[in-house]
């Protein structure tokens, strides 16, 4: 089946500690994003990238890091930089960047700082 | 800087009746609008909106966007407890990568 794997699903960090989140698709999707959500803040946007080894900050890129080494794999590591890190993180791509075309969405990954 | 708004923030209704779900946007270079639903983890591709006055329907849910207003509303007829959500509205843009712009969210309780 196509789709967007997050692993993993729950994870816990504690302070000081870098962790990184697994992102994978499987539909040869040439755009992915991540996506930070917070109680009644809806989503919004990390770092996103639009073809293999290129990336760029979206909204609230600071104490993030990412990678785009594969095309179907785009890694995203929070810092210890990261001030608050407890949030639901969202892992989406799409077709092309620049086509108008709909975002698919991962499971998720929630993250507790202990 | 680009917004998007969501209203009401939640809502509570009972089953069979209809709901109408807001969403106004300011974003500069406004490509196209979408609506997805959210419950618990994925949220769900349900319309994308690109040109002004034109009904997407898709069974019960119906959704329909004005450029001149800057909004979109989401209908939801004949509800049932399965449509109770969170539902998200966002804003594209043209040249952004397929960046979104998204608003708060409306929760949806639907009761029995």
């Known amino acids: 089946d196509g789709g967007i794997t997050q692993s993993p699903k729950y994870l816990f960090r504690k302070e000081g500690q870098n962790v990184t989140l697994s992102c994978e698709q499987n539909?040869?999707?040439?755009?992915m994003y991540w996506y930070r959500q917070d109680p009644g803040q809806g989503l919004r946007l990390i770092y996103y990238?639009?073809?293999?080894?290129?990336?760029q900050k979206g909204d609230i890129a600071e104490g993030y890091s990412v990678s785009r080494e594969k095309k179907e794999s785009f890694p995203l590591t929070v810092t210890s930089a990261q001030k608050n890190p407890t949030a639901f993180y969202l892992c989406?791509?799409?077709?092309?960047?620049?086509?108008?075309?709909?975002?698919?969405f991962g499971q998720g990954t929630r993250l507790t700082v202990v | 800087e680009d917004k998007v708004v969501q209203s009401p923030l939640s809502l509570v209704v009972h089953e069979g009746d209809t709901v109408t779900l807001n969403c106004s946007y300011e974003v500069t270079n406004f490509r196209s609008l979408l609506w997805y639903k959210q419950e618990k983890k994925a949220p769900t591709f349900l319309f994308m909106l690109t040109s002004s006055g034109i009904e997407k329907k898709s069974g019960r849910l119906s959704s329909i966007l004005d450029k001149k207003e800057l909004s979109s509303i989401l209908n939801i007829t004949a509800t049932q407890t399965g449509d109770s959500a969170i539902y998200l509205c966002?804003?594209?843009?043209?040249?952004?990568?397929?960046?979104?712009?998204f608003g708060q969210g409306t929760e949806l309780s639907v009761k029995p």
């Open positions: 966002a804003g594209a843009l043209y040249n952004q990568g397929g960046k979104l712009i």
């Open positions: 539909l040869n999707h040439d755009a």
């Open positions: 989406a791509s799409s077709i092309q960047g620049n086509r108008n075309t709909e975002a698919f």
């Open positions: 990238s639009q073809i293999v080894n290129d990336f």
